[in-house]
């Protein structure tokens, strides 16, 4: 499959701030030269090689050439004057290729080469860009040393214009990142590895965006639409994410008649269109749950089902909805339908989610009646409506956060946790000691851990 388009706002102006270097190679001036494999063999050398690098993403690059005919590629590459070389998987056989490299240092000398049918090609050589200012203002690796045994990353985001997505290594260091010129209210990493980013363009109050972005770790854009094309036809707000066929499910606005807001869920296919939506309003019970103020979904989930788990934080519930129907399966929380201990009833609760363990986990917020916040699991029998405390783990006063928030199990089996008015991202073991923490210049929504998602 060819490199998908692109053709966003903004990766347009990403191409405008582009600085590309032209490689230039011994004598290599656009005609084809000739090189021998190691079995022998004549292999046309590759033409017009060109990086892409920019301070938009500078911990990554991207290495467009062109081949006479088609043939499978790779490129060996590593920084200058070392001996560790790194090996990008084989692009499929095509004339026209585009390969990304990952794991690079700012403002740093590299040098590659081409690898076609076991052929290497001459040498070639760049210079990465800087990381800008602000990408560093906000989460400064130099003063967060960490160092942890789970072999993956973090991801979290600042949200204010210019904002940026981190990818953070076990050491702590940035690994990747890649700004916008917009607000970012949600960047998510996908089942498929992509990710999905909720961006508005107009800086508006609390999690509501206009534009709905998909690209690749590497930058290609593999979905983009903005409010008022095709089926995006109401404000996304906090939370978005992909289902099991690929399309985009989206937390949005909802207005009955002119005066009663609502939330709901919609569908987009991958040409836009929308072919399922629910609301809250939808709900047989709406009246009784008082919906005459805005439920507040601030999470989505898809489950291991395909059904979708949202966190209604006005409600202080979680709910199961039927992807299909719009029934809802269940209901978790203070006068829900699911049976639980009340010591357990949350309060005003974020990223409600089903854990590796396959239990219910969110971030319990806490209020001003009980100023702290827990971090709590739930084992739900879904045909008896029973729910069975797993985790719960009450955090330092330090670390109460009234607003958003995160909790996630990881595969040690300690917990990850976004204290968002404390700008602190932390991880506690599962008796509940503080083993790091990582602080940033701003609130953080939430802190995901995504394992490993670059190419081999």
Same mark, same amino acid.
């Given at each position: 499959?060819?490199?998908?388009?692109?053709?966003?706002?903004?990766?347009?102006?990403?191409?405008? @701030?582009?600085?590309?270097?032209?490689?230039?190679?011994?004598?290599?001036?656009?005609?084809?030269?000739?090189?021998?494999?190691?079995?022998?063999?004549?292999?046309?050398? $590759?033409?017009?090689?060109?990086?892409?690098?920019?301070?938009?993403?500078?911990?990554?690059?991207?290495?467009?050439?062109?081949?006479?005919?088609?043939? &499978? #590629?790779?490129?060996?590459?590593?920084?200058?004057?070392?001996?560790?070389?790194?090996?990008?998987?084989?692009?499929?056989?095509?004339?026209?290729?585009?390969? &990304?490299?990952?794991?690079?240092?700012?403002?740093?000398?590299?040098?590659?080469?081409?690898?076609?049918?076991?052929?290497?090609?001459?040498?070639?050589?760049?210079?990465?860009?800087?990381?800008?200012?602000?990408? @560093? =203002?906000?989460?400064?690796?130099?003063?967060?040393?960490?160092?942890?045994? /789970?072999?993956?990353?973090?991801?979290? +985001?600042?949200?204010?214009? &210019? #904002?940026?997505? +981190?990818?953070?290594?076990?050491?702590?260091?940035?690994?990747?990142?890649?700004?916008?010129?917009? *607000?970012?209210?949600? #960047?998510?990493?996908?089942?498929?590895?992509?990710?999905?980013?909720?961006?508005?363009?107009?800086?508006?109050?609390?999690?509501?965006? /206009?534009?709905?972005?998909?690209?690749?770790?590497?930058?290609?854009?593999?979905?983009?639409?903005?409010?008022?094309? =095709?089926?995006?036809?109401?404000?996304?707000?906090?939370?978005?994410?992909? /289902?099991? @066929?690929?399309?985009?499910?989206?937390?949005?606005?909802?207005?009955?008649?002119?005066?009663?807001?609502?939330?709901?869920? *919609?569908?987009?296919?991958? !040409?836009? /269109? =929308?072919?399922?939506?629910?609301?809250?309003?939808?709900? $047989?019970?709406?009246?009784?749950?008082?919906?005459?103020? !805005?439920?507040?979904?601030?999470?989505?989930?898809?489950?291991?089902?395909?059904?979708?788990?949202?966190?209604?934080?006005?409600?202080?519930?979680?709910?199961?909805?039927?992807?299909?129907?719009?029934?809802?399966?269940? @209901?978790?929380?203070?006068?829900?339908?699911?049976?639980?201990?009340?010591?357990?009833?949350?309060?005003?609760?974020?990223?409600?989610?089903?854990? $590796?363990?396959?239990?219910?986990?969110?971030?319990?917020?806490?209020?001003?009646?009980?100023?702290?916040?827990?971090?709590?699991?739930? !084992?739900?029998?879904?045909?008896?409506? %029973?729910?069975?405390?797993?985790?719960?783990?009450?955090?330092?006063?330090?670390?109460?956060?009234?607003?958003?928030?995160?909790?996630?199990?990881?595969?040690? %089996?300690?917990?990850?946790?976004?204290?968002?008015?404390?700008?602190?991202?932390?991880?506690?073991?599962?008796?509940?000691?503080?083993?790091?923490?990582?602080?940033?210049?701003?609130?953080?929504?939430?802190?995901? +851990?995504?394992?490993?998602?670059?190419?081999?």
């Amino acid at each position: 499959m060819d490199e998908p388009k692109d053709h966003s706002l903004t990766h347009t102006i990403m191409r405008l @701030k582009n600085f590309i270097f032209w490689v230039v190679s011994g004598s290599l001036s656009g005609a084809a030269f000739l090189s021998c494999s190691r079995s022998g063999t004549l292999h046309h050398e $590759p033409v017009a090689v060109r990086v892409q690098n920019d301070s938009l993403s500078a911990l990554s690059a991207r290495i467009r050439f062109s081949l006479d005919q088609a043939a &499978p #590629a790779s490129i060996v590459y590593w920084e200058k004057g070392t001996t560790l070389k790194f090996n990008t998987p084989e692009n499929s056989t095509r004339l026209q290729h585009s390969i &990304p490299l990952f794991h690079l240092k700012e403002q740093t000398a590299y040098e590659f080469s081409i690898l076609t049918e076991g052929a290497e090609s001459s040498t070639h050589a760049f210079t990465t860009a800087a990381i800008p200012a602000h990408v @560093k =203002k906000f989460y400064s690796e130099e003063q967060r040393q960490i160092r942890d045994a /789970n072999n993956g990353y973090i991801l979290f +985001y600042s949200r204010y214009a &210019p #904002a940026t997505a +981190y990818l953070i290594d076990p050491s702590g260091k940035i690994a990747w990142y890649r700004t916008t010129p917009h *607000m970012l209210k949600v #960047a998510r990493l996908t089942q498929q590895q992509t990710l999905l980013w909720l961006e508005d363009e107009h800086n508006t109050s609390f999690g509501d965006g /206009n534009v709905i972005l998909e690209t690749s770790l590497a930058g290609d854009t593999l979905f983009y639409l903005k409010q008022g094309q =095709k089926g995006f036809d109401r404000s996304v707000h906090h939370d978005l994410d992909l /289902n099991p @066929k690929g399309n985009i499910v989206a937390v949005t606005n909802v207005l009955q008649g002119s005066a009663i807001p609502g939330d709901g869920l *919609m569908e987009l296919d991958r !040409q836009g /269109n =929308k072919i399922w939506e629910w609301t809250t309003f939808d709900t $047989p019970d709406a009246a009784d749950l008082g919906i005459h103020a !805005q439920p507040w979904i601030n999470s989505l989930d898809i489950d291991t089902d395909g059904n979708y788990i949202v966190s209604l934080r006005a409600f202080s519930q979680v709910w199961k909805i039927n992807a299909a129907s719009g029934s809802i399966h269940w @209901k978790l929380g203070k006068n829900g339908n699911v049976a639980m201990d009340p010591q357990d009833h949350f309060q005003f609760q974020h990223y409600a989610h089903r854990n $590796p363990a396959g239990h219910i986990m969110l971030f319990d917020n806490g209020s001003a009646d009980r100023p702290f916040s827990r971090l709590l699991s739930f !084992q739900i029998n879904e045909q008896t409506l %029973q729910a069975s405390p797993v985790i719960r783990q009450e955090l330092p006063a330090q670390y109460y956060s009234a607003i958003m928030g995160s909790t996630m199990l990881l595969p040690d %089996q300690q917990l990850l946790t976004a204290s968002s008015n404390n700008s602190t991202i932390l991880k506690t073991s599962a008796s509940g000691d503080i083993l790091w923490t990582l602080k940033v210049a701003e609130p953080v929504y939430r802190a995901e +851990y995504i394992g490993d998602p670059f190419p081999r």
